[in-house]
Nanobody, 125 residues
């Protein structure tokens, strides 16, 4: 069992940056690949970024590639999402997720076992 708690969301202007954090409970954090998803009102939850267990492999949605960076600190049981050059279309609730899947980091919602409660990111134009 993994408990995930996101933080760092807020209201910013277009072009600004935010750094989201996701703190995980338990001593087995390094055995989970991690992902960030987002869900805007009226839309499906979509993959944003993923990172492998050791942090050497990262994956991004095309919509955020070059602007967002996912990273993790296994010593602190935390995964981060650095978001730069934010756009109004990035407005959503952002969720972190953990998966025990082995191999390629999943990019679909069904590939993850545990979810946080979400943190709101609002980007004004």
């Amino acid at each position: 069992q993994v408990r995930l708690v996101e933080s760092g969301g807020g209201l910013v202007q277009a072009g600004d940056s935010l750094r989201l954090s996701c703190a995980a409970s338990g001593r087995t954090f390094s055995t989970y690949a991690m992902g960030w998803f987002r869900q805007a009102p009226g839309k499906e939850r979509e993959f944003v970024a993923g990172i492998s267990r050791g942090g050497s492999n990262t994956y991004y949605a095309d919509s955020v590639k070059g602007r967002f960076t996912i990273s993790r600190d296994n010593a602190k049981n935390t995964v981060f999402l650095q978001m730069n050059s934010l756009k109004p279309e990035d407005t959503a609730v952002y969720y972190c997720a953990a998966t025990s899947a082995i191999g390629v980091v999943p990019t679909t919602r069904g590939g993850y076992d545990y979810w946080g409660q979400g943190t709101q990111v609002t980007v004004s134009s």
